[in-house]
T-cell receptor, first 113, second 107 residues
Framework: EADIYQTPRYLVIGTGKKITLECSQT?????MYWYQQDPGMELHLIHY???????EKGDLSSESTVSRIRTEHFPLTLESARPSHTSQYLC????????????FGPGTRLLVL | GESVGLHLPTLSVQEGDNSIINCAYS??????FIWYKQESGKGPQFIID?????DKRQGQRVTVLLNKTVKHLSLQIAATQPGDSAVYFC??????FGTGTSLTVIP
C-alpha cells in the first residue's frame, strides 16, 4: 500500500475561486507528479518535480501552478477556477532511479460550477 | 510525438477465462514499462513492470510480454475474476500513459 495522500477527495466550487489541492507522501520520494484525467480517458502529465525547489510543466498545458518546498509535499493551486478545470487530479511519487515505478494517490475530483 | 497506446478500449471476458490486454509504444528508446490497474474512483495501482532487457515477466496470475521488435507489450491475466474488472493502463519509462482498456469480467 502506497503512503501517498490527497485532499480533498471531492471538491465542488464556484467559478473564480482560488483552490489548492494537497498531495503528500511519507516515502521520502524525490520525484512527484500531477496528472489530470477526465472520466474514461488517459492520464495527462501537467506538472512534475525532481526534488525540493524543482518544478516543471508537463506535456499538457495547465493554468495551475505547483510548489515543492518540502520533499513530502507537492500542492497544486488554481488561482481562478473555471468550469474547464473540472476533472480528476492525480498525484504520484517515485524514488529516483531508472526502474522505479510511480505510486498514485486516490485522486481529487474537482467540479467547477 | 511519443505515444503509448492500447489497441482495444473495452474487453469483456467470462469469469475464469484468461484476459489479454495489448499495448503499443512508439519510442524505441523506452527501457522500462509498467502496467497499472485503475478501479472506479481510485488512483492507478501498480500491477507489474518489465525492463527492456527482458521479454517476459510473471507475477501472481499476471504475465507481461515485451516484443521490442514490433514495440508491443501485453498483459495476460490468468483465471480472470470479477475483482479484475477495471481500466488497465500501460506506461513507459517517461510515464506516458495510453487511453486504457476497460476490462469487464462477466460472472
Amino acid at each position: 500500500e502506497a503512503d501517498i495522500y490527497q485532499t480533498p477527495r471531492y471538491l465542488v466550487i464556484g467559478t473564480g475561486k482560488k483552490i489548492t489541492l494537497e498531495c503528500s507522501q511519507t516515502m521520502g520520494h524525490d520525484k512527484m507528479y500531477w496528472y489530470q484525467q477526465d472520466p474514461g480517458m488517459e492520464l495527462h502529465l501537467i506538472h512534475y518535480s525532481y526534488g525540493v525547489n524543482s518544478t516543471e510543466k508537463g506535456d499538457l498545458s495547465s493554468e495551475s501552478t505547483v510548489s515543492r518546498i518540502r520533499t513530502e509535499h507537492f500542492p497544486l493551486t488554481l488561482e481562478s477556477a473555471r468550469p474547464s478545470h473540472t476533472s480528476q487530479y492525480l498525484c504520484a511519487s517515485r524514488r529516483d532511479g531508472p526502474w522505479e515505478t510511480q505510486y498514485f494517490g486516490p485522486g481529487t475530483r474537482l467540479l467547477v460550477l | 510525438g511519443e505515444s503509448v497506446g492500447l489497441h482495444l478500449p473495452t474487453l469483456s471476458v467470462q469469469e475464469g477465462d484468461n484476459s489479454i490486454i495489448n499495448c503499443a509504444y512508439s519510442n524505441s528508446a523506452s527501457d522500462y514499462f509498467i502496467w497499472y490497474k485503475q478501479e472506479s474512483g481510485k488512483g492507478p495501482q501498480f500491477i507489474i513492470d518489465i525492463r527492456s532487457n527482458m521479454d517476459k515477466r510473471q507475477g501472481q496470475r499476471v504475465t507481461v510480454l515485451l516484443n521490442k521488435t514490433v514495440k508491443h507489450l501485453s498483459l495476460q491475466i490468468a483465471a480472470t475474476q470479477p475483482g479484475d474488472s477495471a481500466v488497465y493502463f500501460c506506461a513507459d519509462s517517461k510515464f506516458y500513459f495510453g487511453t486504457g482498456t476497460s476490462l469487464t469480467v462477466i460472472p
